[in-house]
């Protein structure tokens, strides 16, 4: 039984009849009335040229075009963690479908065939659509003055390269390692671009008012953080904070994609031209695909040592990523994985670097799992070839070699507390792991694959959160933060948080999508950190409404305010089993006195959190001496899967996930998370296929070629498990879980094909095209 | 979804205005049925019609029927409309099979099997059906009608018979008069709605004579007669190498972003071995 109230239980969604009712009003939905306008983007047709000159001469005569743009008038760079893009292309574009010009017109059509108008002449630069070309000897630059732009402390760009991070972390004896080893395994992996395909596209409408305020409502996961870019790159108009204001109506899904700023600077920057009207922007399914954000590409080489009992002695870890063209947010993720490509295992020496490079494709950026997926599809991968090579079972090694908590990390801090094992032999025991699966159908082929997981939430060591708490006459609460609910349940755990410490049911509190002006601060809502950050803000708020409400016990009715307790939506004493206040009778009109007069007043709380031991300053040669993760999530899971030896199609019969969430504050939400991120890591390894060609255009913007899963498609069983050693800093001991979900699909998919086909596929997707190639491969030979 | 193109929108309610409609306008016209396809071409700016003439509200265009051993299926004939009808499904049932492998639900609601073969992808689930019947294409132009084999219509990737003064008023199917077996095997890159990868239509009569038809794996949807000379009055048990050669010497399948051609080449053999299989399985009411 959970020692909870309202804590550990599987509370509705408090958003939930909003949504499935049609109540719920998203970016799109929102009506500005006549005055607004529409702009339609004019894209970059080429992958890397230089701007020649822009004839908008027919363009403009076209009826309801109201004025046209091009990036003279917004000479201004933006970025979050690296300012190395301006909101429009100045000289130079560096991929296709880079933003050139914008039409602003009365209505979309008129903006459109305008667009089309357009006359761009371009003078071609030599493009570079493959990472590895990029650091190879004397390649094209794609940003000669990357040495001058500015960057947070923790990167390190290679000027006069097209390396714009360089994320080094180096332990232990690594030549010792290698050499003390009875088995070197060597073997380089590949993960190609993803686009995140959530349902709704980017939407922003932005209003600049004659008295200099900015509104911008955009389809978001990131107000505070668009609002701080807004203002950093339109300060030369003389914007402030201030004057800033984003609203964030219900989101379609972001998975990362509509973290940091993409295409929201557009409108924010138009709408300063057009003063009094609102302007909307609405991408389609193609510019979603291809100008937010992409999963960064990688391309990964490992080197294993291993002693004959199956304990590792080193791991070297090179990890080059396909940026694109921009990499203000993208090189974060480079950074991440920099930190963290141990994946959860004791390891005595460790290198890695992991370097962020500048190809004319697409900006790479955050996208569910930022990094970790893309790297433990090589990782877990090679820890079964190793494993097969020493004779060990799978699992056997995995817990062998599972990280503890005190093991020391890659960048020389120590592991939190986890249930890594525990969720390893639960994996094991629900997929009945090394009992033999055999298909009654000569055709098909029956196996299983094992993986581990693991992921911390990649921020700056300053991110933070904040909460305010209301209570309201009937004693009701509303709680203003400004973290997103992306599907997630995040308003919902909020509510439960504050209803634990307050005794409020979850009914009785609202909790709503942000509005800058309004909601206190919150830095994103990405890297699985809102639950354990902006949890332990809730709490903290909650906490001190508590501690007001005992202050004004104790004034009222002159007893110590330790003898209160809050309980049944009121207080209770422990003195006097008779006493009860219902929160109602006072928590904004006060304690009636004998004397006529009042104490109190309306009640409201204020928390704020920031992770105070979290520090990104370390050696830049080693990676040793900071604490730039606050804590990992970790889990195991597994896969049994039905192969057409033929076809090379797989059909998912189960798939089993434990997943360490501290304290499930919903286990319903944790368990939803578990089946939403195992089915989207079965879309990135079976059906998204993206492809460029040869002059770096995306072939699949749309879902036609693009194969995200449908109802069809899902596995015929989900397990999910919820392991709960609690996280001594989170709300409850809960932490995120989000991303980590969906990172182990890769490599169980391979490791599984491995194990009932003895393939070994070392790039995705795995189609059935690239599995049945394979298995007639292996007959050949 | 933004559509910049204009174009003259009209909704004839007789056929000899559409006809009219038609012979004015030629090849800047299009024509309008479930628009599942020209909706997408016009937006992504593929073509851009003049005029977009909708058949939807002639009477003609909506008939299913029976026709002296023949199944009349008319051009506004949805996919959905097919799959539910049970005179498709007693009498012609690879029509109703490669119908639900069409797109999804939504798009089948509206999309026609007339549209689908005048669209002429070499893709379309339709032709693989259609080929393994004697099928006519009924066209009419204000000079009179036209009778187009099935074999015939399929002239090029995207490119059919239809002549531009001309309307397909429907297909016409005849009933096979022996008993036989069907089926439609397609591949796709999953369970969901795709265009097919490779696709093979079958049928087997109960005197062991087969049809044979292919999709996807060359330029336009076409019978495999020399498969078919080859099985006929055979028993199959499986692919041999000599039934290989013969049926690779009859496709010639691209790489695109769909699957290589390899991969394509690979998979006729197993989708041959398996339709055939259960054609046999449905002939033998099993």
């Known amino acids: ?781 | 979804m933004v559509v910049a193109h204009d174009f003259l929108y009209q909704k004839p309610s007789t056929l000899l205005d559409a006809l009219k409609l038609r012979a004015q306008y030629g090849e800047k016209c299009s024509l309008l049925a479930g628009g599942t396809d020209l909706v997408v071409n016009i937006k992504e700016r593929r073509i851009s019609p003049d005029i977009v003439i909708d058949i939807k509200g002639i009477p003609e265009f909506s008939i299913l029927e029976e026709r002296d051993g023949s199944i009349f299926i008319g051009s506004a004939i949805t996919f959905t409309e097919l799959i539910e009808s049970p005179l498709i499904k007693s009498r012609v049932p690879i029509i109703a099979e490669s119908a639900h492998t069409v797109a999804s639900v939504g798009v089948r609601n509206r999309a026609t099997l007339v549209g689908n073969i005048c669209s002429a992808v070499p893709s379309l689930d339709s032709a693989p059906a259609l080929l393994v019947y004697k099928t006519d294409v009924v066209v009419e132009s204000v000079d009179g009608k036209r009778i187009i084999p099935i074999d015939k219509w399929f002239v090029a990737p995207k490119k059919t018979a239809l002549q531009n003064n001309e309307i397909v008023l429907g297909v016409l199917v005849e009933i096979p008069n022996s008993e036989n077996g069907t089926a439609y095997m397609k591949l796709g890159r999953y369970s969901g709605e795709d265009l097919a990868q490779a696709g093979v239509g079958i049928m087997i009569s109960k005197n062991l004579e087969y049809k044979i038809a292919f999709c996807a794996v060359g330029p336009v949807p076409r019978r495999a007669l020399k498969v078919e000379a080859f099985l006929n009055g055979k028993e199959f048990s499986s692919i041999t190498n000599e039934l290989s050669e013969i049926i690779q010497s009859e496709i010639s399948p691209i790489t695109d972003i769909r699957a290589s051609k390899e991969y394509r080449r690979h998979m006729v053999d197993v989708l041959v071995e398996r339709g055939i299989k259960l054609a046999l399985s449905r002939l033998q009411g099993e």
């Open chain 1, 1 to 781: 039984m959970s020692k909870y109230r309202f804590v550990g239980k599987g509370v509705e969604r408090i958003d939930g009849r909003e949504k499935v009712s049609g109540a719920a009003i998203y970016t799109d939905d929102l009506e500005f009335g006549p005055d607004l306008l529409y702009a339609e983007i004019v894209e970059s047709s080429e992958a890397h040229a230089k701007i020649v000159s822009i004839d908008v001469t027919e363009a403009e005569k076209v009826e309801g075009v109201v004025q046209i743009f091009t990036g003279k008038d917004f000479p201004y760079k933006f970025g979050l963690y690296m300012k190395d893009r301006y909101i429009f292309a100045q000289d130079i574009v560096r991929f296709i479908g880079e933003q050139v010009a914008a039409v602003v017109a009365r209505d979309p059509k008129a903006a459109k065939k305008a667009a089309e108008l357009i006359k761009i002449e371009y003078e071609l630069l030599t493009p570079v659509f493959s990472q590895m070309d990029a650091i190879s000897e004397n390649p094209v630059l794609l940003h000669p003055d990357l040495g001058e732009y500015p960057h947070v402390p923790w990167f390190f760009p290679k000027e006069n390269t097209n390396i714009a991070h360089w994320r080094k972390t180096k332990r232990g004896d690594l030549d010792g390692g290698f050499k003390d080893a009875d088995l070197i395994l060597e073997e380089t992996f590949e993960v190609p671009r993803y686009a995140h395909c959530a349902i709704e596209t980017h939407v922003v409408i932005s209003k600049y008012d004659y008295s200099g305020r900015l509104t911008v409502w955009a389809s978001s996961q990131s107000p505070y953080t668009q609002r701080h870019l807004f203002a950093e790159a339109l300060a030369p108009l003389g914007i402030k904070h201030k004057d800033v204001r984003v609203i964030a109506p219900h989101v379609g899904g972001g998975f990362g994609g509509k973290a940091g700023v993409t295409m929201e600077i557009l409108a924010a920057a138009l709408a300063t031209k057009m003063k009094g009207h609102p302007v909307k922007i609405r991408w389609s399914r193609e510019q979603e695909f291809y100008n937010t954000y992409q999963r960064l590409g990688v391309v990964a080489k490992l080197k294993l040592g291993l002693k004959k009992d199956g304990s590792i002695t080193a791991l070297q870890h090179q990890l080059y990523w396909d940026a694109g063209a921009y990499v203000e947010y993208g090189a974060n993720v480079v950074n991440a994985v920099g930190l963290s490509a141990t994946g959860p295992y004791k390891i005595p020496a460790i290198s890695i670097d992991s370097l962020c490079i500048y190809t004319n494709l697409p900006p790479g950026g955050a996208y569910r799992g930022f990094g970790y997926s893309e790297f433990l599809f090589g990782l877990e991968s090679l820890m079964d070839q190793a494993a097969e090579k020493l004779g060990i079972d799978a699992v056997e090694f995995r817990l062998k070699n599972a990280i503890s908590k005190g093991d020391t990390l890659a960048y020389g801090a120590h592991m939190n507390p986890n249930g890594l094992k525990q969720a390893i032999t639960e994996v094991a025991k629900e997929i009945e792991w090394g009992k033999e699966v055999v298909s009654i159908d000569p055709e098909k082929v029956l196996c299983k694959g094992f993986s581990l997981l693991w992921k911390a939430p990649a921020m700056p060591p300053n991110a933070s959160s904040s909460a305010f708490i209301k209570f309201n006459e009937d004693g009701s609460l509303n709680i203003l933060v400004s973290g997103m609910d992306i599907g997630q349940g995040y308003l919902t755990v909020m509510a439960q948080i504050a209803a634990e410490i307050l005794s409020v049911p979850p009914n009785k509190i609202r909790v709503e999508n942000p509005d800058t002006d309004r909601n206190p601060y919150e830095w994103q809502t990405v890297a699985s950190h809102v639950t354990w950050s902006c949890g332990n803000a809730v709490k903290k708020a909650a906490i001190h409404i508590r501690e007001q409400i005992f202050d004004l016990m104790e004034r009222a009715f002159k007893v110590s305010k330790d003898n209160f307790y809050l309980e049944d939506d009121g207080v209770k004493s422990h003195l006097d089993p008779s006493f009860y206040l219902a929160f109602k009778d006072f928590v904004v009109f006060g304690i009636p006195m004998d004397d006529g007069s009042f104490r109190g007043g309306p009640i409201t709380g204020v928390g704020t959190f920031l992770p105070e031991f979290s520090s990104a300053k370390s050696d830049p040669e080693t990676g040793q001496g900071g604490h730039p993760n606050v804590h990992y999530t970790v889990g195991a899971a597994a896969v049994l899967l039905e192969v057409d030896k033929k076809s090379g199609q797989i059909k998912v019969l189960k798939a089993v996930e434990a997943i360490d969430a501290g304290q499930a504050i919903n286990p319903d939400l944790v368990k939803g998370q578990i089946t939403g991120g195992l089915l989207q890591g079965l879309a990135t390894v079976l059906y998204e296929d993206m492809r460029f060609n040869d002059k770096g255009r995306l072939l699949n913007p749309n879902f036609t070629d693009y194969k995200i899963p449908t109802t069809k498609d899902i596995p015929e069983e989900i397990v999910p498990i919820i392991i709960e050693v609690p996280q001594p800093d989170g709300p409850f001991g809960a932490r995120g879980v989000g991303e980590q979900t969906m990172i182990p699909v890769a490599p169980m998919i391979a490791n599984a094909l491995y194990n009932g086909l003895g393939i070994r596929i070392k790039s995705m997707p795995i189609t059935a095209e690239k599995v049945a190639m394979a298995i007639l491969e292996k007959e050949k030979n």
